[in-house]
């Protein structure tokens, strides 16, 4: 029986377009090749070329069309990040932002054996954005709850579960921040209790970002507040050849969103060389989340292939290739 699925696409600004048109071609090459799939793209603008045209960076038309589809890809918007992904993530309570970093075969990284996931909590912390400016100081409230704690603590060891994992490290400020970061190292803590054959660890943030770059090999599942997630995970895409190598999701009870942690890299737009690993794999994410495990596969397996075989690379992992000569690859490897 045919499996159909709606799928939101935000191409967004700089690379964003770049990245998502060579990351369609690849899902399209799934579908050929598993000949019991369907997918259709619903194309909806967001970010700051939206708001020059539109008057709205995030217009209710793209909200509901995300909400009428199955899943959404979303590529990267710029200046408007707060006016678009954040309330995204909040309005439709995408609560586990979910960031593997994981070293791929051929590319040239730091560390050698990395195979970690980031599970940033994505809903609250000073990404709630309560606060106010004055004319030369300003104010912002780092908003941590027992529920968004507890919630995040929760999936992070069912992922560990699901995944076979071996170790959650719980990363947090409460020698400092004992306000806020007491409530989330309690509710890891309670969670943890439940899940005895999983270690559990906590570290500071800023001792965890040091052995990150000493031990990377160390971690396995990290479960952190928002801010604390979203630094380290670029920390972590730096050991594994980049931000071109990390995808992501954004995932709630019933919708997600799936971007490539990197933004929208204004410095090389338009000059058709960005990395659209991440974004690729973020869309193999988007496919797992949906239940279509061998569809996912396909496309990790293309990825996988087509570096083994010592793949075209882009500029940001040493080579000269173009994003459509890697993409292109993959796509080719995937139909093979
Ligand atoms: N550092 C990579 C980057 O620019 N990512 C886009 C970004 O910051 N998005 C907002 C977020 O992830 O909270």
Redesign the pocket.
């Known amino acids: 029986m045919m499996r159909r699925y709606r799928i939101a696409v935000i191409p967004g600004d700089g690379i964003g377009p770049e990245v998502m048109s060579a990351t369609l071609p690849i899902l399209e090459a799934v579908v050929e090749k598993c000949g019991d799939l369907d997918l259709e793209f619903v194309t909806l603008q967001a970010g700051d070329r939206a708001k020059e045209e539109l008057g709205e960076a995030l217009p209710k038309e793209t909200l509901m069309g995300v909400e009428s589809c199955d899943a959404c890809l979303f590529a ?1 918007v710029g200046r408007t ?1 707060s006016e678009v ?2 309330p995204l993530r909040q309005r439709l309570d995408l609560y586990a932002n979910v960031r593997p970093a994981k070293v791929y075969p051929n590319i040239p990284t730091l560390a050698k054996g990395v195979d970690l996931v980031l599970v940033r909590e994505n809903t609250e912390d000073l ?1 709630r954005r309560v606060g106010f400016r004055e004319r030369d100081w300003g104010v912002a409230l780092r908003i941590i709850t027992w529920r968004a704690s507890e919630r995040i603590a929760r999936y992070a060891f069912e992922l560990a579960r699901r995944e076979g994992r071996r170790r959650v490290t719980s990363v947090h400020k409460a020698n400092v921040l004992d306000f806020t970061d007491d409530i989330f190292l309690e509710a890891c803590r309670r969670v943890a209790d439940g899940y005895p054959e999983i270690e559990y660890e906590e570290m500071i943030v800023d001792t965890c970002a040091m052995k990150l770059v000493m031990n990377p090999e160390h971690f396995d599942v990290l479960v952190t507040t928002n801010i604390f997630g ?1 630094i380290l995970s ?1 920390l972590a895409a730096g050991l594994v050849g980049g ?1 071109g190598m990390t995808p992501s999701g954004n995932i709630g009870e019933s919708r997600a969103i799936f971007e490539p ?3 929208s890299a204004p410095d090389i737009a338009g000059k058709g060389i960005a990395n659209p690993i991440a974004m690729i794999l973020s869309a193999k994410m988007m496919l797992e989340w949906l239940g279509e495990a061998d569809a996912a596969h396909q496309v990790e397996r293309g990825v996988m292939r087509t570096l083994r075989e010592g793949a075209p690379l882009t500029p940001d992992l040493g080579g000269s290739a173009k994003t459509w000569e890697l993409a292109d690859a993959i796509r080719r490897n995937i139909l093979e």
């Open positions: 990267a990040a992904i954040l990404y979203d670029d931000l942690v990197h933004g």
